[in-house]
Each structure stands twice: as structure tokens, then as C-alpha cells.
């Protein structure tokens, strides 16, 4: 049973191009998270979805950025016109439900490097 | 509003000898929380859960925790350390509301294990 798999691992993009990151949750998981951490912080929340449905992005930046999970395929994160700052580690993670006490699967994440 | 606190960045402890990390939270409700491990360049590890039942959790690798509501505390314990346990810990307490299982992290412990 494979975990949450993501893809690219590392993604060097510079500044002004797109970014765009994969992610497929682990079998049977309809309920996808996109998390960010940037150096030497921790992980933090940045989207909430379902299929063809974002539950939560609150912790979206208001520009550049866009998720979806569409009914067929991985979920995407999309950056556009990165900038330096974009450059962090951006984990996708899955879970069966989004119950607060449902165990949330991440994946070994998408290292960023905008130049 | 929930937060947790990790109260310290970086311990370091000598390899036989006991593990401590401490966490603090606030939480409006009751909290589900969890620790995660995170490796170098790696993802997220799940080491253990709690979630309203006994306040003793066992995880993985010998790791343990206790919640205890009157300290607001679920310091992560481990009886002898060994090299392969040096890593980011993080503490991280569920967002019950709205059932969007979003998580809350602290901002991780970096444990450093001795010969």
C-alpha cells in the first residue's frame, strides 16, 4: 500500500516561472492537505480539499498560489511568478476523513528552490 | 484558538540515556494531539497519537507520551536514546472545528543523540 506520493522531490524554478507540485494521496484517502515549511520553522496549513472541492485555504497567500484536487488525478499545487521567498518544502498529506482526530499520512514533501 | 508550544529548540542527550521533549498546548476543546518525526530532507513520521482515551500513549520506536490536562502538557518521553533518533520533532495539536483536520505545529525540537 503506497503512501502519499509526491512529485517532484526538488523543483528549481526561477523567479517569475511556475511552479507546479503533485500530489496522490494514499489509497482510499479522499481528503488532501497542503502544508509549507520554510527553513528552519515548522510545517504550516495552507489548504484543505476534497475532490473538485477546497474545504479550507485559509492559509492560502491571497496571489500567486491556487490548489485543486480534481476528480481524476493527483491533487496540484500551482505557484505562479515564484519569487525567492517561495522557496520551502511543500508537503501534501491525506487522510480517510477530516475528523481533528483522524491520523493524517504526509508524504516526503517537494523541496522549492526559486533562483 | 489552539497553539502548542515546544519549549525547547534543541536538546541534546548522550546515546543509553533518557529522551525529554516537552510541549505545551492551548486548546478551547479537547485536543487531539499528535508527535511527528521528521529526518533530514525527509517527511513526516507519525509517532503517536492521542485522542481522549487513556493518557498514556505508546508509539513507535520505544517513544511515549502523556497527556496531562492540568499542566496542559504531552512532553515525549523515551527511556534510552539511540543514534538513530536524532531528528525534528514536532508536537502538533488537531483543530477540532469546522472538521477540517487541519494541524497546528510547534515549532520542533531538534534532538541530538552523543556516542
Known amino acids: 500500500n503506497a503512501g502519499v506520493m509526491q512529485n517532484p522531490r526538488h523543483l528549481v524554478r526561477r523567479r517569475g516561472q511556475e511552479a507546479r507540485l503533485r500530489c496522490s494521496p494514499m489509497?482510499?484517502?479522499?481528503?488532501v492537505y497542503w502544508y509549507r515549511q520554510l527553513p528552519e520553522e515548522g510545517l504550516k496549513f495552507m489548504v484543505y480539499l476534497q475532490k473538485e472541492n477546497i474545504i479550507d485555504e485559509s492559509g492560502m497567500p491571497k496571489e500567486r498560489f491556487s490548489a485543486e484536487f480534481p476528480k481524476e488525478g493527483p491533487s496540484i499545487l500551482r505557484i505562479q511568478q515564484v519569487v525567492r521567498g517561495d522557496s520551502a518544502a511543500y508537503f501534501c498529506?491525506?487522510?480517510?476523513?477530516?475528523?481533528?482526530?483522524?491520523?493524517?499520512?504526509f508524504g516526503e514533501g517537494s523541496w522549492l528552490t526559486v533562483v | 484558538a489552539q497553539s502548542v508550544t515546544q519549549l525547547d529548540s534543541h536538546v541534546s542527550v548522550s546515546e543509553g540515556t533518557p529522551v525529554l521533549l516537552r510541549c505545551n498546548y492551548s486548546s478551547s476543546y479537547s485536543p487531539s494531539l499528535f508527535w511527528y518525526v521528521q529526518h533530514p530532507n525527509k517527511g513526516l513520521q507519525l509517532l503517536l497519537k492521542?485522542?481522549?482515551?487513556?493518557?498514556l500513549v505508546k508509539g513507535i520506536n520505544g517513544f511515549e507520551a502523556e497527556f496531562k490536562k492540568s499542566e496542559t502538557s504531552f512532553h515525549l518521553t523515551k527511556p534510552s536514546a539511540h543514534m538513530s533518533d536524532a531528528a525534528e520533532y514536532f508536537c502538533v495539536v488537531s483543530v477540532p472545528s469546522s472538521n477540517t483536520g487541519k494541524l497546528i505545529f510547534g515549532q520542533g525540537t531538534t534532538l541530538q543523540v552523543k556516542p
Open positions: 492521542y485522542t481522549s482515551a487513556a493518557t
Open positions: 498529506a491525506s487522510s480517510v476523513t477530516g475528523d481533528s482526530g483522524n491520523t493524517i499520512y
Open positions: 489509497k482510499g484517502h479522499s481528503h
